[in-house]
């Protein structure tokens, strides 16, 4: 199958720092490093035959272990990325290693991944470099860990009253 | 019975206790703690269909301080839990609380580090009412139990 517009010219512009690409019954996937995570992200959305201008989604994925050896990331943080202008829509992904589960803010770009990067500070531990404000957005000051992250106990409850049943 | 008889008929002996129990049970005001999916349950019940207001209890009061009981419906979770508690101490004596749906009578469906495992764990419950959401037909029922307990009760004066 022929590969779309978007991860074509994404090759062309990035071929260092693309790990890999696919597309599914028209959604395209491009798996990148992460120190180029704003850097891909500006260029989609200043290409003017790109457009890739909203940003619908920014979550990550803990699969606890990518791979088998020790080094294998651990992380994957994942943003959708949709163009108003032509209707079309890709995804992002960058995996993090447990170590360093750090990338870099896309508040310069977007507004709206202030709140979603805090959300997913708050439930995987994924820190933003160059964010105004990374602190938890839905549990409480006191909470403590990230709840989403698989070896967080399923009902490691952290009550602010009562008991801990 | 002969004093009743004897005046005629104009007078209605009883005990301060059941008078002030019978007048309490058909003036309940509601504060409706709402917090999630079982809120539409508690709109379709006030609503006209099933008329709350049958019973005594078609006028929510959205503060506590004007609320007798507490009606909590909706999942609560552990960021939440101080809240409830503040309403409920901010509410004036007598007053009874009741759990509505199964988030709020155990957790319902979320075991999870979110969730309060019942709403009794933080406040005093007096009527429980089942049910992911409950039909408005077993409110209407929780809310008849709730009268009884209050008909029944000593009366605080
Ligand atoms: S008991 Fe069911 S319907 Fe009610 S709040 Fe919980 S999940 Fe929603």
Not at chain 1, 79 to 106: G, M
């Amino acid at each position: 199958m022929e590969e779309s517009l978007t991860l074509r010219k994404l090759r062309e512009r990035f071929p260092a720092s693309i790990i890999d690409t696919h597309s599914f019954r028209g959604d395209d996937t491009a798996v990148v490093k992460r120190v180029d995570v704003v850097d891909i992200c500006r260029f989609l959305k200043e290409s003017t035959d790109l457009s890739y201008n909203f940003l619908m989604d920014l979550t990550a994925v803990d699969y606890l272990q990518m791979g088998n050896s020790p080094q294998a990331d651990r992380f994957e943080v994942v943003y959708h990325l949709y163009s108003i202008k032509y209707n079309h829509r890709v995804r992002i992904k960058a995996p993090l290693t447990e170590a360093d589960p750090t990338i870099d803010s896309l508040t310069p770009l977007w507004a709206v991944a202030n709140w979603l990067e805090r959300e997913c500070w708050d439930m995987f531990g994924i820190r933003f470099n160059g964010h105004p404000d990374l602190k938890r957005i839905l549990l409480y000051e006191q909470f403590e860990g990230h709840p989403l992250r698989k070896d967080y106990p399923l009902t490691g409850r952290q009550p602010l009253i009562g008991p801990k049943n | 019975m002969a004093i009743e008889s004897a005046l005629g008929e104009s007078v209605v002996l009883t005990r301060t206790d059941k008078v002030l129990g019978w007048a309490r049970k058909y003036s309940l005001f509601l504060y409706p703690f709402v917090t999630a999916c079982c809120g539409m349950e508690y709109m379709a019940t006030a609503a006209s269909h099933y008329d709350i207001d049958r019973f005594g209890a078609g006028l929510p009061r959205f503060s506590p301080r004007q609320a007798d009981v507490l009606f909590v419906v909706g999942t609560i979770s552990h960021k939440q839990a101080p809240i409830l508690k503040r309403v409920w101490e901010q509410m004036c004596e007598p007053k009874w609380v009741v759990a509505f749906g199964g988030c709020t009578c155990s957790g319902g469906p979320y075991d999870n580090y979110a969730t309060v495992q019942g709403i009794d764990t933080i406040v005093p419950v007096d009527v429980y009412i089942p049910g992911c959401p409950p039909r408005p037909e077993t409110v209407l029922d929780g809310i008849i139990k709730l009268q009884e307990k209050i008909q029944n009760q000593k009366q605080e004066l």
